[in-house]
């Protein structure tokens, strides 16, 4: 992608390397009943638990290895610090330019529509860190928390995106990004809450399927940005559909030697996901990124 001539976003922060610390609704917890298989989907991010008014999104790709990153020593020397300073490594400097892209093209995008786009905050951490939606360990993988509108990356988790689940180059990491900020558009815009009073409806299935719709509308946020930035190149859009077909629910549940279960999907199928991340790269129309109308 096209990313050496945009600054990084001041919307940062260094939260150094250790555990999850005290207090808090423990996040691998949470995801319990949804380890079955022992992963989930990207991007990343199913809607577990309530904080307050609010459930955890977990970021896409939570738990999918359950090692991506574990505790670590030392840490990095910019912890506790924020601003552009923090993007100090490769990846996180990839990271910051492409949430300042996705802070100009969604500020466009709300301008249209007579409202002021309130962009999140991205938290760097290493191998455990306290949201606002609990603690959480680097397995969790990537997060969004609407409890505190901060997207949390321990950086690691490309590797694992790379090495293990074949989706290389810097289309693929920014399309983590971009569905995190996917969740965050919907925590403004209510679909979240919506989803969330089925969640707590009680019925497995309904929630299942309602998680589902609320992932595949990120994916598809997620191409939008990407159309709309203006900064693909050759390839990227291969890239970013191999991100998303490696971390679909199907994809995930036979690679961990189990049996396909649909009702169970909390992320979408691969299929589904390449398709609503498509329709995004394709229109870059964020009205045609309804997943709730209609079959997915």
Not at 58 to 71: C, E, M, W
Not at 72 to 93: E, F, K
Not at 262 to 277: I, K, N, Q, V, Y
């Amino acid at each position: 992608m096209r990313l050496d001539d945009l600054d990084p976003s001041d919307n940062v922060r260094d939260l150094g390397s250790g555990g999850g610390g005290g207090g808090g609704i423990p996040i691998l917890g949470l995801l319990l009943p949804f380890l079955f298989r022992g992963k989930l989907g990207c991007g990343s991010v199913v809607l577990i638990a309530v904080v307050g008014a609010f459930l955890l999104l977990s970021g896409g790709l939570g738990s999918l290895t359950g090692g991506g990153g574990g505790q670590r020593t030392g840490g990095s020397t910019t912890a506790g610090q924020s601003g552009a300073q923090v993007c100090n490594t490769a990846d996180r400097l990839l990271s910051c330019r492409v949430l300042e892209s996705t802070e100009q093209v969604w500020e466009k995008i709300f301008a249209a529509n007579g409202q002021r786009y309130q962009a999140p905050t991205l938290s760097f951490y290493q191998g455990g860190v306290q949201s606002g939606c609990g603690a959480a360990s680097a397995t969790a993988g990537p997060f969004y928390c609407p409890g505190d509108s901060n997207l949390y990356l321990d950086t690691s988790f490309f590797d694992e995106l790379a090495n293990r689940f074949g989706a290389k180059g810097d289309a693929a990491q920014a399309y983590v990004i971009a569905h995190e900020v996917g969740h965050h558009i919907q925590n403004l815009t209510g679909a979240a809450q919506q989803v969330s009073q089925v969640q707590r409806s009680g019925d497995t299935r309904a929630g299942n399927a309602a998680s589902v719709r609320l992932e595949l509308q990120a994916d598809c946020y997620a191409g939008v940005w990407a159309k709309q930035s203006g900064r693909l190149q050759p390839g990227d859009i291969e890239e970013g559909l191999t991100a998303a077909n490696a971390i679909g629910d199907d994809t995930l549940q036979k690679q961990s030697g189990g049996a396909v279960v649909p009702d169970s999907f909390t992320h979408g199928s691969s299929a589904e996901r390449m398709r609503w991340l498509k329709r995004g790269l394709d229109t870059g129309d964020p009205a045609q990124c309804d997943t709730f109308s209609g079959a997915v």
